[in-house]
């Protein structure tokens, strides 16, 4: 029984190491095509996060979004704030139909699947998302942020996501 188990952890891992120098690739490409679209300028001057977004036609209406969710936190809660601009250069909306919501690239890079997210709450869940992305690349290091994290590691970041949200709530 436990040689299984330790059989699929191999495999995990393996699969994991394997996959390492494809993120690397997709995220240099992601910093490149970030910094060849033009940023949302207020974000940029004031926290010094490129918030980008390839499908912008003008109106800066996704942007705008997390231009206002960092705000948010700026008021009120610098701490989270400060661990999101530490941690992210570049926050990248993108078009994609994946099942992921928020992805943490490494070296900076944080994208977010703009239609993933509710349109209900929508600066809520973005704060949320961030939030999670954030403390999960604090958590697990510079070089670690390519492998899968922990369980552990997701418990203390939704831990931190429930104490922000409930923080806003009550806002």
């Known amino acids: 029984?436990?040689?299984?188990?330790?059989?699929?952890?191999?495999?995990?891992?393996?699969?994991?190491?394997?996959?390492?120098?494809?993120?690397?690739?997709?995220?240099?490409?992601?910093?490149?095509?970030?910094?060849?679209?033009?940023p949302y300028p207020t974000a940029f001057?004031?926290?010094?996060?490129?918030?980008?977004?390839?499908?912008?036609?003008?109106?800066?209406?996704?942007?705008?979004?997390?231009?206002?969710?960092?705000?948010?936190?700026?008021?009120?809660?610098?701490?989270?704030?400060?661990?999101?601009?530490?941690?992210?250069?570049?926050?990248?909306?993108?078009p994609a139909n994946s099942n992921k919501v928020a992805f943490y690239w490494g070296f900076g890079v944080c994208s977010l699947n703009k239609r993933k997210i509710p349109e209900s709450n929508y600066t809520g869940s973005l704060i949320g998302w961030l939030v999670y992305e954030a403390f999960k690349a604090k958590s697990k290091g510079k070089f670690r942020s390519y492998l899968p994290a922990s369980e552990k590691v997701r418990n203390l970041c939704m831990e931190e996501v429930r104490r922000t949200q409930q923080k806003f709530n009550e806002i």
């Not at 188990?5 to 992601?30: D, G, H, M, Q």
């Not at 109106?59 to 701490?79: M, W």
Request: contains cysteine.
């Open 45 to 94: 001057e004031k926290f010094g996060v490129r918030v980008v977004d390839p499908e912008d036609d003008g109106t800066c209406n996704y942007t705008r979004k997390v231009y206002v969710a960092l705000e948010l936190l700026n008021r009120h809660d610098q701490e989270k704030f400060e661990i999101i601009r530490k941690n992210f250069r570049i926050i990248f909306l993108k």
């Open 1 to 38: 029984m436990t040689t299984k188990v330790k059989l699929k952890e191999f495999r995990y891992w393996a699969f994991s190491i394997s996959t390492l120098p494809v993120r690397f690739l997709f995220n240099c490409i992601f910093i490149l095509w970030a910094y060849r679209l033009t």
